[in-house]
């Protein structure tokens, strides 16, 4: 059984995760400041350094959210982003943001699923994620979406949570993740089952050589896997 936020629910995955994130919108941006430190910042920002050099026109934000990556993506010089999210409340918040910012004509955000992408076959030159892809109801057919709408020679960059193996920081970190994230987080966010579904996806996440496998079965190449921060993150990029 796949994990899901509200564990009494009936309704699928999917569906849970679109009313999840509907519910902790308006405190999005500032729990993930504060959960990790300010550190998904620099995350993101390494992504970015890495497909800078790619010169990508056209990308593809999945899972967008509240536009973050997307907003950062754009130090790569493209002429359009689109970002796409299952959450209405989310993009209402992105999209007040890309206003203030002024940057709507370089950013669209669309409301869509993951895994039933409505574009064409080869559409997009880059096609990036950061932590969404562990809430993807089916991993396998996700990635084999993203991988229909890429060029050929197009290149995939995902972010997403891993688990650290290594003394002290493995124990320090469970510990972290496990009991003080989903206090703080029912606190700020007034929804208990989201900040504690958090650290239940990541335990269930197939991270690092167990995802490349599944990224390659989907029809990536080249692969691979950048661990960041003691392995609390890792950077996955592959190519069509």
Not at 63 to 69: I, K, M, N, V
Not at 88 to 111: S, V
Not at 197 to 216: M, R, T
Not at 218 to 232: D, E, M, N, V
Request: aromatic share 12%.
């Amino acid at each position: 059984m796949s994990v899901v936020p509200y564990k009494e629910q009936t309704a699928s995955k999917k569906e849970q995760v679109a009313t999840m994130f509907d519910n902790i919108a308006g405190k999005y941006d500032l729990l993930n400041r504060v959960l990790s430190f300010g550190i998904d910042i620099y995350w993101r920002k390494k992504a970015v350094r890495l497909l800078k050099p790619l010169r990508p026109r056209l990308i593809l934000d999945i899972a967008t959210g509240t536009g973050d990556f997307a907003i950062e993506a754009l130090a790569a010089k493209p002429e359009k982003i689109i970002g796409v999210d299952i959450s209405e409340g989310m993009l209402a918040k992105g999209r007040e943001k890309l206003r203030k910012m002024k940057l709507e004509d370089k950013i669209e955000l669309r409301k869509g699923d993951s895994e039933k992408l409505l574009f064409t076959d080869n559409y997009f030159d880059a096609v990036i994620v950061s932590f969404g892809v562990r809430n993807f109801e089916n991993l396998d057919k996700g990635l084999v979406d993203m991988f229909r709408v890429l060029k050929k020679g197009g290149t995939c960059i995902i972010v997403e949570f891993s688990k650290p193996t290594g003394f002290p920081f493995k124990q320090v970190y469970n510990f972290y993740s496990s009991r003080i994230l989903p206090l703080i987080g029912k606190v700020i966010s007034k929804d208990q089952s989201a900040y504690s579904y958090l650290p239940e996806s990541v335990q269930a996440f197939p991270d690092g050589k167990d995802f490349l496998n599944i990224f390659e079965k989907a029809g990536f190449h080249s692969t691979k896997c950048i661990p960041l921060t003691f392995g609390i993150s890792s950077i996955y990029i592959g190519r069509k």
